[in-house]
């Protein structure tokens, strides 16, 4: 094995929450794979959507203290949920391009003795696996292939939209082809980055619900036993609101939700305590033990 | 959606913004930035959004009944609190001061939830945050030239 | 004896007027050493602004002049004219640009001001130092090099060689026809391209003067106007076009099938092949990388039952070159890939097609024999084209592409009549500008086609309603209506827009030609000299210069068969006398400036130990006039002491 | 340093390229600072660096070279030769205590009005920064 890739890892809020099978699963797997992944320390929010519908600044300044505390550790950002890889990749090019936001920030920062001067990246842990670590290295370690396992890969809208130019902004391929490295078979899932409705769930739920069951109903359409997903909100949205959806458009989905990094583990060989595989609200008992054996 | 984008920026260059900020599209905005990348003439429409839902909550000018607006004025208060965001606090809060009741509808999730350990309860505070405040602080008069000049709110007769 | 100069300031209506006070620069020049009248007026360009130049020659007795206007690229012959009319050598004139460098670019009426007199003074210091020169007359070689075989090469080609000038058509292609050569109608008459365009293909075939070099390209392209060498590229047919009959054994007899790029890819073609059976020349050729000789080395069918032994395996690729006196790029244009825009679906989705892919489909003699089908085989029940795909986009490209709005109308039509199908057309704005355009439009709109006002947003197979199961679903916002629709239909065609040829960036270098901001070729100008180039003798013309519709690039064609007939008649052309010259005493013989010339023009003369310039092979760019460490070597009219006079007189000015 | 200085600039333009993606600038009506005087050569190649130093030691603030991109040259090449050159004349300036940007040399195509407005407009803001020259040529200055 090659020296190990170092990043600063920003788990974000929703890690913390809901989602702290996701947390564990990717700290599993990128050890694994090699990537140190070392927590920021005193990470703060993003300052994710709802903040900047309120205050822009002020949205900005959170992400460049994070920014800052990474350009510190003298590492790059690496993030898992989609969202916080927005707003950070967003809060970091408008103040590269932007002189006066830049210079607002600047000196908002000096107020507490930070500083930043934009040399920190940040990237979704999933790119970094397949572009940084690749094939070989990924293969090399499933012991226990998922074999044809079928997966509806669901990027959700924020992994490439506006800024990622590593993957396309439509129609991504990067968890389809992680997928079939594990063995799996990702099925064609036209929905795969469109909206999960999270951000309605408690704001216009009617609008949310719809959006759900087109994912739900496009999945299972196409033969998807699962669905692997790489952010925290749609993972929620997914799994808690499948019982509303059923009941609102008589409907009976049961589809598991499983982080990609859940999936990977699992194909590696660890148990699935370490994954938090029992943690999720549709069971994926059945269909594990029907694909991965000695699971 | 009562407007579409493209009657957003019509609306905008009529002067009739304001009809726009009190109906439903802004707020209806997720942030796919599906419209961003697609736009052919390479308008940031999501960035617009936010514009648009900031200057509607400075001029009070928002849909009635809008949860969205409690929501993130909620977000809002919570980070400059505890510096990162607890999420079922979040929603609690939310659904306490729109819909009372929905937090009943919520319990069977939240049971649910709690069974398999993902509820925590208590809100984790950053040590940073007074560090955060000084930087706010320090930034409040820029807060101000902060709002795109001309984003004209308010310019119906 | 000192000079006696005279000094014309224009005002160019209010153009340069209205941000630069005439009257000052008037003012400052009218106080310059050696100026001897200074006079500003309207229009310099008009009659009576010549006159006023002419008179001031004859009476005052200048010796040199100085018009300040518009940019010399606009009016510099204009003037050098009116001063060679009035008995001064064209050379004892300067222009100083006061119009598109300084008015046009400033609001400041001050500072813009200050600019006019700069380079006013800047002219008048240079003006001095210019010599009288002769201009050199060298004969027109009258054979004509055209470049691309499409409708605009064709016509221009049979224009030339109709007026009994020789002219060489290279074509890349196996055949010439271009695009026009795979639609089934064309708008807004529907008249079949087929039946207009095969007649001119058959006369370019049999025309004396043309010679047609087809399967060939243009490597290499020296010299100037009047008197150009090409080279010339010809691949190998591995088929003797002299003995080849075209009677098509050979093709029958082929056991290889591959797609055809004719058809984009929709049909099959064998491994020796002719594009279409009307070819021109009528001759096949195999493609190597299919053909089972040259990938297994067995077969040779194709030559076993050629009756005249046509079939030549050892054929090699040659060039030749050719001296031509002119040339005309027609080179036409690349179909914008539709796969781009993945919201479409376009490769992915079955039923999504191109518009190209669109007219080989309802082509007679088309893979489908003219019939519209969907991949399984039926008839589609209903059909959306939308508009714009690729075009007025900035993720792709800004422009319109012109043509797209009335092709889109025109296969509204022909899905409708051949098969019944309700028709959409999602469009951002109709463009029908031409003549009979917008009259077709209103005929496709009473044909029943449904057009909706906006650019469709996605092309999805993810049904939402029982009614879109199966089906592709065009989601699009009605402009008209404010509202996002949903239109299920069996077969979506893109249309997709004109793009600069990949290879337009290597064909510019060779041609010394510029590409204007969207990659296609640049014209001189934009309104008025819209076929010529920068360079002398280069023509350009249809849709390599932009997107154009058929009309359009026939008249092109023509206007640049016209520019380059033109040339040929005036048998001789002058050539710019601004070449370098070598000072024979000054020369050290270091040979440094050997080395620099592009175009070999300075030789050493061994006897003498010093180096010479040709003056017929001089393009006079100054490289190594510059480089010359003895200052031996100096340009005609961009002498050191004219731009250090210039130089000087800016610095001077700006104290 | 004075407050409103406006510096004066030379400005040798190539006649295919640069100059007439100048003349672009000013039919699309692109507003920028009016502080380049232009000289018409006809290759980028011409520039001679005496030319140059001459401008400097005369009383300009800079000098911009403008010419083809590499490789579109109307001469084939005679703007390779430029580069060559320019590298020469950064190192004379160096020598001569000159900051390095007062003299550029930027490609314009003849398609890029928008181009040429910005290179000057981006130039004259540092020479304006950068204040007057007062250069008389000789090595102490």
């Not at chain 1, 490295?181 to 980055?193: D, I, Q, R, S, T």
């Not at chain 1, 469109?194 to 951000?199: E, H, P, Q, T």
């Not at chain 2, 960035?47 to 001029?59: A, N, P, Q, S, T």
């Not at chain 4, 640069?18 to 920028?32: E, P, V």
Request: net charge neutral; hydrophobic share 40%.
């Amino acid at each position: 094995m090659g020296s190990r890739l170092e990043f600063s890892y920003y788990p974000g809020c929703s890690l913390e929450g809901m989602n702290k099978a996701y947390d564990k699963s990717a700290r599993v797997v990128s050890k694994e794979l090699g990537i140190d992944l070392t927590e920021l320390n005193d990470w703060n929010c993003c300052g994710a959507s709802a903040y900047m519908s309120i205050q822009e600044l002020r949205a900005h300044l959170l992400s460049a203290r994070n920014l800052a505390l990474a350009e510190k550790e003298k590492k790059d950002l690496a993030v898992v949920c989609p969202a916080c890889l927005t707003t950070l990749t967003k809060s970091n090019r408008y103040m590269g391009e932007d002189p006066k936001l830049r210079r607002t920030i600047a000196s908002a920062l000096k107020a507490a003795n930070l500083q930043y001067l934009g040399t920190v990246k940040v990237r979704h842990l999933l790119e970094v696996i397949v572009r940084d670590i690749g094939e070989q290295e990924v293969k090399a370690r499933v012991s226990r292939p998922l074999s044809d396992l079928k997966v509806a890969p669901y990027y959700g809208c924020q992994f490439t939209r506006p800024f990622g130019d590593f993957d396309d902004k439509e129609f991504p391929v990067m968890l389809d082809t992680l997928l079939k490295w594990l063995g799996a078979e990702p099925v064609n899932f036209p929905l795969k980055a469109k909206c999960c409705g999270g951000m309605l769930m408690t704001t216009n739920e009617p609008v949310g619900l719809g959006l759900v069951r087109s994912l739900l109903d496009c999945a299972a359409q196409n033969g998807a036993e699962c669905v692997a997903t790489i952010c925290p909100l749609c993972h929620i949205t997914l799994e808690a609101y499948q019982g509303n959806v059923n009941k609102r458009f008589a409907t009976s989905y049961k589809l598991p939700t499983l982080y990609f990094t859940q999936l990977m583990g699992l194909a590696f060989g660890f148990n699935r305590k370490e994954l938090g595989i029992n943690e999720e609200l549709i069971s994926s008992k059945h269909i594990l033990a029907k694909h991965v054996e000695a699971v | 959606m009562d407007y579409t984008p493209r009657e957003i920026i019509a609306a905008f260059r009529a002067g009739l913004l304001e009809r726009v900020l009190r109906s439903n599209t802004v707020w209806l905005c997720a942030s796919c930035y599906l419209c961003t990348v697609r736009c052919p003439s390479g308008i940031k429409l999501t960035d617009i959004m936010y514009e648009l839902k900031r200057l509607g909550v400075e001029f009070g000018l928002v849909q009635e009944g809008a949860i969205a607006p409690v929501l993130s004025k909620t977000f809002v208060d919570m980070v400059d609190r505890y510096g990162r965001v607890p999420e079922i606090p979040l929603v609690m809060a939310v659904l306490l001061k729109t819909n009372p009741l929905g937090i009943l509808k919520m319990i069977p999730h939240g049971l649910k939830l709690f069974l398999r350990g993902r509820m925590p309860f208590w809100p984790h505070r950053i040590s940073g945050i007074s560090e955060l405040e000084k930087c706010s602080g320090a930034m409040t008069d820029a807060l101000v030239s902060g709002l795109h000049p001309g984003s004209g709110a308010g310019e119906e007769a | 004896m000192a000079e006696k100069i005279g000094v014309y300031v224009c005002h160019c209506g209010t153009n340069i007027a209205q941000t630069v006070d005439c009257k000052r620069v008037v003012d400052y020049a009218s106080a310059l050493p050696n100026v001897t009248v200074a006079r500003e007026y309207q229009y310099m360009c008009s009659d009576p602004g010549q006159e006023l130049i002419k008179k001031d020659i004859k009476e005052l007795g200048l010796t040199r002049v100085v018009v300040a206007s518009c940019s010399p690229l606009m009016h510099e012959p204009t003037f050098r004219r009116a001063v060679e009319e009035a008995g001064l050598n064209q050379f004892l004139f300067e222009m100083a640009n006061i119009r598109e460098q300084c008015s046009w670019i400033s609001e400041n009426k001050e500072m813009a001001t200050e600019r006019a007199k700069s380079i006013v003074g800047a002219a008048v210091k240079r003006v001095e130092f210019q010599e009288p020169l002769d201009v050199k007359k060298v004969p027109v070689n009258p054979n004509v090099l055209i470049v691309g075989g499409g409708i605009t090469g064709i016509e221009a080609a049979l224009q030339i060689a109709d007026s009994g000038k020789k002219v060489y058509l290279v074509e890349k292609e196996p055949t010439i026809g271009g695009y026009m050569a795979r639609f089934d109608k064309t708008f807004p008459t529907l008249d079949c391209a087929a039946c207009i365009l095969t007649p001119k293909m058959v006369s370019v075939g049999q025309h004396p003067n043309i010679e047609l070099l087809s399967y060939s390209d243009v490597t290499g392209f020296s010299g100037y106007v009047g008197n150009f060498t090409a080279r010339i590229r010809r691949r190998a047919k591995y088929v003797e076009e002299e003995e080849c009959s075209g009677c098509g054994l050979c093709t029958e007899k082929c056991p290889v099938s591959v797609p055809s790029e004719f058809d984009c890819g929709l049909g099959k073609r064998k491994a020796i092949y002719r594009p279409f059976p009307q070819a021109v020349p009528n001759v096949p050729v195999i493609d190597k990388d299919h053909c089972l000789y040259f990938t297994k080395g067995v077969c040779k069918v194709c030559q076993k039952f050629c009756p005249r032994g046509a079939i030549n395996f050892e054929q090699k690729e040659t060039y030749i070159d050719l001296q031509v006196g002119t040339a005309i790029l027609a080179t036409g244009f690349d179909l914008f890939d539709a796969s781009k825009v993945k919201q479409y679906g376009y490769g992915r989705l079955p039923n999504v097609i191109t518009s190209l892919e669109f007219e080989r489909f309802s082509h007679a003699s088309g893979p489908t024999g003219g019939k519209i089908l969907l991949k399984n085989g039926q008839m589609p029940t209903s059909i959306a084209i939308l508009h714009c795909i690729g075009s007025r986009d900035t993720n792709f490209n800004e422009y319109c592409s012109r043509v797209c709005c009335m092709y889109s109308m025109k296969i509204a039509h022909l899905a409708h009549e051949k098969t019944g199908a309700r028709v959409y057309e999602f469009y951002i704005d109709i463009r029908a500008f031409g003549k009979g355009y917008e009259e077709f439009y209103k005929r496709i709109l009473e044909e029943e086609t449904t057009f909706i006002r906006g650019k469709a947003a996605e092309v999805t197979d993810v049904p939402q309603t029982p009614a879109e199961k199966g089906k592709l679903v065009v989601v699009a916002e009605d402009t008209l209506l404010g509202i996002v629709r949903r239109v299920p239909v069996d077969m979506v065609v893109l249309s997709v827009g004109f793009e600069p040829r990949k290879d337009t960036i290597e064909t510019a270098r060779i041609f010394s030609i510029s590409r204007s901001q969207d990659g296609f070729f640049l014209e001189r100008h934009p309104k008025l000299a819209p076929v010529s180039t920068a360079s002398d003798g280069i023509f350009i013309a249809g849709a390599c210069q932009g997107p154009k519709d058929i009309p359009d690039s026939v008249a092109q064609g023509a206007a640049a068969a016209a520019n380059a007939l033109s040339l040929i008649d005036r048998k001789e052309v002058t050539l710019e006398p601004t070449v370098a010259f070598i000072d024979e005493k000054s020369c050290s013989g270091c040979k440094i400036c050997l080395g620099l010339c592009a175009y070999n023009a300075i030789t050493f003369d061994e006897t003498k130990k010093v180096s010479k310039v040709n003056d017929a092979l001089c393009k006079g760019c100054g490289v190594c006039v510059a480089a010359c460490p003895s200052g031996a070597i100096e340009q005609r009219n961009f002498t050191d002491n004219q731009l250090l006079a210039e130089v000087e007189s800016i610095c001077a000015a700006g104290k | 340093m004075e407050s409103n200085f406006e510096p004066n600039i030379v400005g040798f333009l190539c006649k295919w390229c640069a100059y007439t993606g100048a003349d672009l600038a000013g039919t699309s009506r692109i507003k920028y600072p009016p502080n380049v005087t232009p000289i018409r050569v006809m290759c980028s190649g011409r520039v001679d660096p005496v030319l140059v130093m001459k401008a400097l030691s005369s009383g300009a603030d800079g000098v911009l070279i403008a010419g083809c991109h590499p490789g579109d040259c109307h001469y084939t090449s005679g703007n390779v030769k430029t580069i060559r050159r320019f590298k020469l004349l950064q190192r004379m300036l160096t020598q001569f205590g000159i900051e390095r940007d007062r003299v550029r040399l930027e490609w314009v195509s003849a398609s890029e009005g928008e181009r040429y407005a910005q290179v000057v407009e981006n130039m004259t803001e540092t020479l304006r920064t950068l204040g007057p020259l007062n250069w008389n040529g000789s090595k102490e200055a």
